[in-house]
């Protein structure tokens, strides 16, 4: 079963930083590709960045391009999202999500409970 | 950037009614485009991807269909538990942008 644990998420002032985890069990996590996808509270669904299967192309919102930063770690079966210079707007769960499977299948076919990020001062 | 847009925003509809969602891509995104069931308080579902296959362990009452620019999400017969928010999204390239979501609720 695949089970995607995010982490990392807690309440930062506007300008901070935060770096978001997401552990992955149940595939083989160096064959997918992964994402970042954020929803604010009672709000619709807005795509963050996503990273190829060997981490050889990422690719973020323009929303979020410049100040966050996505990366993967095979060995630990773990997915990074460093997020700096924080704004109220990017208060939201964050879903770490897997790619479907083979190339160019870069919708989301398993989502992770999501970590809540609150930003304020 | 390529924008999402679906119509309506909201529908009421009886348990077995057909019902069906639009989503329109600002630009030709060819079959790119996925659909997702998030129902309340749980995370988006992937119910259909390349615009028309269902992903394994959907009810086959969902469907889908288009290409380039228009595309349709149907529920042939429209059940209570299918009370969810619906969103379609494409992702041929970055930024892999969602449509701002359809409600559907049981008249």
């Known amino acids: 079963e695949v089970q995607l644990v995010e982490s990392g998420g807690g309440v930062v002032r506007p300008g901070g930083s935060l770096r978001l985890s997401c552990a992955a069990s149940g595939f083989t996590f160096g064959d997918f590709g992964m994402s970042w996808v954020r929803q604010a509270p009672g709000k619709g669904l807005e795509w963050v960045s996503g990273i190829t299967w060997n981490g050889g192309y990422t690719s973020y919102a323009d929303s979020v391009k410049g100040r966050f930063t996505i990366s993967r770690d095979d060995a630990k079966n773990s997915l990074y999202l460093q997020m700096s210079s924080l704004r109220a707007e990017d208060t939201a769960f964050y879903h770490c999500?897997?790619?479907?499977?083979?190339?160019?299948?870069?919708?989301?076919?398993?989502w992770g409970q999501g970590t809540l990020v609150t930003v304020s001062s | 950037d390529i924008q999402m847009t679906q119509s309506p925003s909201s529908l009421s509809a009886s348990v077995r009614d057909r019902v069906t969602i639009t989503c329109r891509a600002s630009?030709?995104?060819?079959?790119?485009l996925a659909w997702y069931q998030q129902k309340p308080g749980k995370v988006p579902k992937l119910l259909i991807y390349?615009?028309?296959t269902l992903q394994s362990g959907v009810p086959s009452r969902f469907s889908g269909s288009g290409s380039g620019t228009d595309f349709t999400l149907t529920i042939s017969s429209l059940q209570p538990e299918d009370v969810a928010t619906y969103y379609c999204q494409k992702y041929n390239s970055a930024p892999r942008a969602f449509g701002q979501g359809t409600k559907v609720e049981i008249k």
């Open positions: 390349a615009a028309s």
């Open positions: 630009q030709d995104i060819s079959n790119s």
């Open positions: 999500a897997r790619d479907g499977r083979g190339g160019g299948s870069y919708y989301s076919d398993s």
